[in-house]
């Protein structure tokens, strides 16, 4: 497969759009299957409901990467939550998913898709983005801090803030 380093486009995914939709599972399903997405694929029900679930919510927006002239080749993805800021009375959104296809990391596609999650965000009105990253994913650490996060600490005293989970049902 070759590397386009050029011909890599960002957009706003539009979720009634058939090829964006199909893009948005088949990327979200490679990140699922990669190490840093747990290495197992999406259930047929996310696969099958994914993308009637995301258009049904406001708060949620997603970002895709195309390489090729024709939009042919989804190459990656980031999905995106909004969420509120209690202290700053704002929203602000969580970057929820961040995916590269292996073949087209590298070439800062995620920090393309990125700055439009960004710009997104501005117009929302939000305050900040947040994410998650695994502790053992330092090419993304690497991104994040490239393109401006930080760990999240109010306080040094209190030392940083851990993302935690509890799983229902």
């Known amino acids: 497969m070759s590397r386009p ?3 890599v486009r960002v957009c706003r995914a539009d979720y009634g759009h058939p090829s ?17 997405g747990g ?11 994914l993308v009637d679930a995301l258009a049904a919510r406001p ?9 090729g ?3 042919s080749t989804p190459v990656g993805l980031v999905n995106c939550i909004e969420g509120f800021s209690t202290f700053a009375c704002r929203p602000l959104v969580n970057v929820h998913d961040v995916a590269v296809l ?3 990391r590298g070439l800062r596609i995620a920090e393309k898709m990125l700055k439009l999650v960004e710009q997104m ?3 929302r009105g939000a305050c900040k983005l947040t994410l ?3 502790a053992g994913n330092a090419g993304a650490i690497k991104l994040y801090n490239r393109v401006g996060f930080s760990n999240y600490q109010l306080d040094p005293a209190m030392g940083q803030a851990q993302f935690l989970q509890k799983w229902l049902r």
């Open 132 to 134: 998650e990253v695994l």
């Open 102 to 104: 292996p073949d087209y």
């Open 20 to 36: 964006h939709a199909r893009a948005l599972v088949a990327m979200l399903d490679a990140y699922a299957r990669d190490p840093m």
């Open 69 to 71: 002239a024709d939009d």
């Open 59 to 67: 708060q949620v927006f997603s970002v895709l990467a195309f390489s």
């Open 5 to 7: 380093s050029d011909e």
């Open 39 to 49: 290495a197992e694929g999406l259930s047929d029900f996310a696969r099958a409901n």
């Open 121 to 123: 965000a501005l117009e």
